[in-house]
Each structure stands twice: as structure tokens, then as C-alpha cells.
């Protein structure tokens, strides 16, 4: 059984794998990227660090997430996985923002319950398979999906090139 929370983006509902969750804040103003794609919403501080935001919603179904009261600032673990010379193979971690909607509660559902959609989503590789429940339809959301190596580039490597 894992725990996930549950969020909505319309009438439809999908879940974050909870364990890769650091934390659940009330929405906050992100400092916008010029140049970036309408679904990074900018960068907010966590504890004196800059993080990058997805607006999951502008992702998703091309227009900004809601302003509600049960819309949230998840952070999440990001592994970025890259090939560097000679074949050296290094992740690094990453905190990631992700705003969703409606996202009011978490839920257990065992992994066996969840299964292909059947519909190839290329464009939309961070779409995971769907369970039921009483409610309807779950989708799984795999975060480490959600950026690809363009967008990956502009929100992590000026932070990778800077001396520590």
C-alpha cells in the first residue's frame, strides 16, 4: 500500500506518490523566468534556496491553476539523471515546486490497482497508469517525467555550474 495525495485539475483526479513529497505549503507568489515555458511559473524561496515551480494546471491543460483555498505548493524530490564523459552515469537531487489544485487529501492505494491507460501519451510521459475507487478514476502522476532535458537545463544548471 502507498500513500498519495489526491488532487483535481477539473473534474478529473490524480495522485502524487507522497513518499517523494518534502513538503505542503498554501500557495505563494513564484518570481517569474522570462523565457521559459508557460507552465514554470518561476522560482520561490524554500529555507534561503531558490526553487523552481511547474504550474501543474497550465502543464496540463494549458491555463493557470485556480487561485483556490485548497490550491497547493508541493515540493517534491527530483532526480536528475544525466550522462556525463566517459559514460559516468550521476543523479542529483533536486527540490522541485509543483502548484496543484484542489489538493485536500492523501489516500493508500495498493500499487496492483493501478494499470495502463491503453492511450500513449508522449507529449504527456508524466501521465501514469489509472486506478479506481468508489469515486472514479485515479491517475498517477510521475514527477520525474515532467521535465525534459530543454527544461531541466534552464531550471537546474545554473545551479550545477555555480562553485559551492
Not at 473534474?11 to 507552465?39: C, F, M, N, T
Not at 544525466?82 to 542529483?92: I, V
Request: aromatic letters at 6%.
Amino acid at each position: 500500500m502507498m500513500l498519495f495525495l489526491l488532487f483535481e485539475l477539473d473534474a478529473d483526479r490524480y495522485a502524487l506518490d507522497a513518499a517523494a513529497i518534502v513538503e505542503v505549503q498554501a500557495l505563494s507568489a513564484a518570481k517569474a523566468i522570462p523565457g521559459a515555458p508557460a507552465w514554470v511559473a518561476g522560482v520561490v524561496e524554500r529555507r534561503g534556496e531558490p526553487v523552481p515551480v511547474i504550474d501543474v494546471a497550465q502543464l496540463a491543460l494549458g491555463r493557470p491553476s485556480q487561485r483556490l483555498r485548497s490550491t497547493r505548493l508541493v515540493f517534491v524530490r527530483y532526480l536528475d539523471e544525466h550522462d556525463g564523459e566517459q559514460a559516468n552515469h550521476t543523479t542529483s537531487t533536486h527540490i522541485l515546486g509543483l502548484i496543484v489544485e484542489r489538493a485536500t487529501q492523501t489516500r493508500r492505494i495498493e500499487c496492483e490497482r493501478f494499470a495502463d491507460s491503453g492511450i500513449a501519451t508522449p507529449q504527456a510521459r508524466w501521465l501514469g497508469p489509472v486506478a479506481t475507487d468508489e469515486l472514479g478514476m485515479i491517475q498517477w502522476i510521475d514527477v520525474q517525467q515532467m521535465l525534459d532535458d530543454k527544461v531541466k537545463a534552464l531550471l537546474f544548471q545554473q545551479r550545477q555550474a555555480e562553485p559551492r
